[in-house]
């Protein structure tokens, strides 16, 4: 079992900046991809970024690129999002995910084993 805890959302504005952080605890972090997600009101969760297990490898959906960067601290149990010039469409609850993987990362919704409860994500235009 793994417990996810993310943190760091809050209201900014838009081309602001925000840090959001997942923290695990229960069995060897460094065993699980990780992934972040995000929901909107009225929309399906997306896939926004994936990091493998020794945080060398990191994926991001088109609309993030070159604005997020994930990255993991495995001697911390801590993975983070750094969201620079955030839009409005960026608004959502945001949540980290933990897949139990031997290789790779993971970018679907089913493919992840224990999930965060969320943190909220408001930019205004």
């Known amino acids: 079992q793994v417990q996810l805890v993310e943190s760091g959302g809050g209201l900014v504005q838009a081309g602001g900046s925000l840090r959001l952080s997942c923290a695990a605890a229960g069995r060897t972090f460094s065993n699980y991809a990780v992934g972040w997600f995000r929901q909107a009101p009225g929309k399906e969760r997306e896939f926004v970024a994936a990091?493998?297990?020794?945080?060398?490898?990191?994926y991001y959906t088109d609309s993030v690129k070159s604005r997020f960067t994930i990255s993991r601290d495995n001697a911390k149990n801590t993975v983070s999002l750094q969201m620079n010039s955030l839009k409005p469409e960026d608004t959502a609850v945001y949540y980290c995910?933990?897949?139990?993987?031997?290789?790779?990362?993971?970018?679907?919704?089913?493919?992840?084993?224990?999930w965060g409860q969320g943190t909220q994500v408001t930019v205004s235009s």
């Open positions: 990091i493998n297990r020794s945080g060398g490898s990191t």
């Open positions: 995910a933990a897949a139990a993987v031997v290789l790779g990362l993971r970018k679907t919704p089913q493919e992840y084993d224990y």
